[in-house]
Structures are given as C-alpha cells and as structure tokens.
C-alpha cells in the first residue's frame, strides 16, 4: 500500500504547481530552471512561472482548465499573480513527434531543475516512452526532477504503473 504518496489536488495544473514546493526547486539558489514542450496546456509553464491560484476556485482565470464559465461574469477575468524568478524553458516538439524524447533531452542543461513532459501528447494522443525518457534524463542530470504530466493517460491507457515509470512525480486529472 502506497497510498501515503498520492497527493489530491483540484487539477493537474495545481498539482504540478504543488510538486514545484515538493521537490524544493523555487528555493534554490540562483535562478532555477524548469524544462517542459510546447506540447504541454499553456497552464503548466505558468504554473512554474507565477504564483497564483492554480485550481482557479474564483473562476477568474480564463486559462484554466477547470470548468468556470469565467467569460460569462461580469469580474474581471485574470486573477492576481506575480512572478517566481524561475526560467522556464520550452521544447518545440509538435512539428516533429517522432524526435519527442531526443528534443527533450538535447536540450536539458546542467542547470535544470525540473523536467516536465506529458505521458500522452494532448494534440495528437502520441504515447511517450517515460520510463525510456526518465533514465535519459538521470543520466545527463542526475540532480534533476521529473514530473509527469498524466492529464491525458489517466482514463486512456489500459494502465499506468506509476511505480515503475522512474519519475518523481506524476500528476493527473
């Protein structure tokens, strides 16, 4: 039983912001580096990017993807935010899928934190080969966190062992 190692949030956006506080990477010295594709819903970089609320409980963020019907109130739509100090680096991967994995790792530096990539590529339901991805990145940079972002694979695949994927954190909706 390992059930004293999930964490629930509202959606994996919030979630994703949570393990950013977990793995202690907004803590460190300098200015930390996260590394995430294009692939991702715009709300995962921002997560690294602002603090704010997340789970979007106020309904005032039109980005989020929780269900709110922000647009249709008369508030206005943002909600506060201030920045991190943290550099998130962005892959461009969807013009070429095929190279997901090797764009991922090409362009992790010594510098990076956090690496954060989908399980299943939201725009074309590609499945990435995490365990595959995981050991690349141990290897290149031990000293970094990987998160996973499941947000598409739960409920999609037929099973996912989060055990045995080599991530650090794994989140969903």
């Given at each position: 039983d390992r059930s004293e190692n999930v964490v629930l949030a509202?959606?994996?956006?919030e979630a994703a912001?949570?393990?950013?506080?977990?793995?202690?990477?907004?803590?460190?010295?300098?200015?930390?580096?996260?590394?995430?594709?294009?692939?991702?819903?715009?709300?995962?970089?921002?997560?690294?990017?602002?603090?704010?609320?997340?789970g979007n409980s106020g309904g005032h963020d039109l980005?989020?993807?929780?269900?709110?019907?922000?647009?249709?109130r008369t508030r206005r739509p943002f909600v506060d935010r201030r920045p991190t100090?943290?550099?998130?680096?962005?892959?461009?991967?969807?013009k070429n899928l095929n190279s997901y994995e090797e764009e991922v790792i090409r362009n992790l530096s010594p510098e990076t934190r956090l690496v954060v990539f989908s399980h299943v590529i939201r725009d074309?339901?590609?499945?990435?080969?995490?365990?595959r991805l995981c050991k690349a990145?141990?290897?290149?940079?031990?000293?970094?966190?990987?998160?996973?972002?499941?947000?598409?694979?739960?409920?999609?695949?037929?099973?996912?062992d989060v055990e045995s994927l080599g991530c650090d954190y794994y989140v969903g909706a």
């Open positions: 509202r959606n994996a956006t912001s949570l393990c950013l506080w977990l793995s202690g990477v907004y803590f460190m010295r300098g200015t930390p580096r996260v590394l995430t594709t294009e692939a991702e819903n715009i709300s995962i970089p921002r997560a690294f990017r602002f603090f704010m609320d997340h980005w989020s993807s929780f269900q709110d019907f922000a647009a249709m100090g943290i550099q998130v680096d962005q892959v461009p991967v969807l074309t339901g590609r499945i990435c080969d995490v365990p990145v141990r290897r290149k940079n031990p000293h970094a966190f990987i998160l996973v972002d499941g947000a598409q694979a739960l409920g999609g695949l037929p099973l996912v």
